[in-house]
């Protein structure tokens, strides 16, 4: 039995998921996304990559996160 990602997409065909669902795409625990989520949040940059529809779901664009994830990749290195 394979479960299924629920996708959302706007009008200009950008893809949201579930912030859970961001666990099962990138191979993350789901501790690491929501502590992924609370930095990418604090970055101006990403302020219109969520949608809070309700206290218990918010949406995230999955472009956006693999970016933050991307811009994030080997940080540590260039300190």
């Given at each position: 039995m394979t479960?299924?990602?629920?996708q959302y997409k706007d009008a200009d065909g950008a893809l949201y998921v579930k912030a859970g669902h961001?666990?099962?795409?990138f191979g993350l625990g789901r501790t690491t996304v929501w502590r992924?989520?609370?930095?990418?949040r604090a970055v101006p940059k990403?302020?219109?990559s969520f949608i809070?529809?309700?206290?218990g779901?918010?949406?995230v664009k999955v472009a956006d996160?693999?970016?933050?994830?991307?811009?994030?990749?080997?940080q540590?290195?260039?300190?």
């Open positions: 479960k299924t990602v629920t961001l666990g099962k795409l992924e989520l609370n930095k990418m990403y302020k219109g809070d529809i309700s206290y779901l918010r949406l996160f693999e970016q933050f994830l991307k811009d994030k990749n080997n540590y290195l260039r300190k």
